[in-house]
Structure formats: C-alpha cells, structure tokens
Nanobody, 126 residues
C-alpha cells in the first residue's frame, strides 16, 4: 500500500509559479513510477507529467512542456511538480499517482496507476 498526500496548491496570478509536493508513505517509494494528473471543472482528468523510479526519465504533456518540471527525492519519499509561467487554463485539481514498475519507465496512462492522492487545487487568475 502507498498513501499519497499532495500539497502546495493555491491561487496565483497568470505568469506566476507554484511548486506542488506529493509525500508518499511506505519504504519502497523508489519502486514506483510517479505521475501528476489534473482535472479542470467539467473536464476529464488528464495526464500532466511523469517521472521514472529513479528520476532518470521524465515525460510531459505538450501543453506544459517547457513550463513544468517533475522531479523526485527518493530519500524523502516525495515527488514535486514545479510549475512556472502559469496560465488560467492550468486551473485544476492536481493529483499525484503511483504505479509499481520494473526498470526506468515513465507511465502516462491514467488507468495504469494504482494509487492516488486526494488532490490539491491550483487556481490561476488572469
């Protein structure tokens, strides 16, 4: 079992930055690939970014590439999402997720993820 708790969301003006954190329980955090997803009001949840078990590989959806950075600290059982140059369309509830993997894989498929946090709200004003 892995429990995930997100934090760091809030209200920010367009062009601003936020850093989301996701703290994971358990001793085998480094066995899990991690991902960030988001869900805007009235829309389906969508993939944002993913990082492999040891942080060596990352992958982003096109709309955030170059603005967001995913990283992880396995010693602290935490994954981060640094969000810069935020836009109003980035407004959403952001979730982190974990999936057990073997090897340095990035996973962008929502249905593959086994564990989810409760989400943290990000609101970007224009």
């Amino acid at each position: 079992q892995v429990q995930l708790v997100e934090s760091g969301g809030g209200l920010v003006q367009a062009g601003g930055s936020l850093r989301l954190s996701c703290a994971a329980s358990g001793r085998t955090f480094s066995s899990y690939a991690m991902g960030w997803f988001r869900q805007a009001p009235g829309k389906e949840r969508e993939f944002v970014a993913a990082v492999s078990r040891n942080g060596g590989k990352t992958y982003y959806t096109n709309s955030v590439r170059g603005r967001f950075t995913i990283s992880r600290d396995n010693a602290k059982n935490t994954v981060f999402l640094q969000m810069n140059s935020l836009k109003p369309e980035d407004t959403a509830l952001y979730y982190c997720a974990a999936v057990l993997t073997y090897g340095e894989l990035v996973v962008s498929t929502e249905s593959a993820y086994e564990y989810w946090g409760q989400g943290t709200q990000v609101t970007v004003s224009s």
